[in-house]
Each structure stands twice: as C-alpha cells, then as structure tokens.
C-alpha cells in the first residue's frame, strides 16, 4: 500500500492551496484518513481526520479555515487551505488507517508535502 500526496508549495499569507492524497496498492477499505504536519523544530501534529462516513475532526488551530473531504472511490483524501498564515508552515503528512486484502490492518504514511506560507 502507498500513499502519494501531491499539493502544496510557496503561498502568500491569506491565500489557499489544496492537498491530494491517493491511497493504492492491496486495499481492501480504507477507514480514517487524516493529515498531519511538521514544523521545523517541532513535533508531528494532528490538522483533521475523517472517517468512511465523512465525520470530520479538525485542530483547533485550523477550525474555520481549513476543510477535509475524501472520495472513497478514488481512496483519495483532500486538505482545502484557506486564510493560511505563516505559522501554518510544515511538511503535511496524509495518513490511512487501512486493512489489506490479506485482512491486516495497519496505518500507513504519504511522503509528505511542503507547505510555505510567506507573511
């Protein structure tokens, strides 16, 4: 199972940018996505998650600015950033709670995507 993100880059405050994250390989269904992010010098954080059923969970830190969405047919999940700031600066992270054809159950990392806010 792989998962690739896609998105991000430089972004002047007060703009907005959208995240993409494709889950593939030996899946059998994906349950909660979620993205995450790294500031340089701190710890990963949680931004949002979401459920199959699209039950959402946000940091409060985001609320109001930013949304996650996922398609299960395409097994993708989205980050929509709006009003970003420069604090908001970190590699995001997408995460997949998957169970496999082979029935196992593991979670699963993207790669990571820079985010650069500019003030």
């Known amino acids: 199972v792989q998962l690739q993100a896609s998105g991000g880059g430089l972004v002047q405050a007060g703009g907005s940018t959208r995240l993409s994250c494709a889950a593939s390989?030996?899946?059998?269904?994906?349950?909660?996505m979620g993205w995450y992010r790294q500031a340089p010098g701190k710890q990963r954080e949680l931004v949002a998650s979401i459920t199959t059923s699209g039950s959402t969970n946000y940091a409060d830190y985001v609320k109001g600015r930013f949304t996650i969405s996922r398609d299960n047919a395409k097994n993708t999940v989205y980050l929509q950033m709006n009003s970003l700031k420069p604090e908001d600066t970190a590699v995001y992270f997408c995460e997949a709670g998957v169970v496999t054809t082979k029935f196992v159950r593991r979670d699963y990392w993207g790669q990571g995507t820079l985010v650069t806010v500019s003030s």
């Open positions: 390989g030996s899946i059998f269904v994906v349950n909660v």
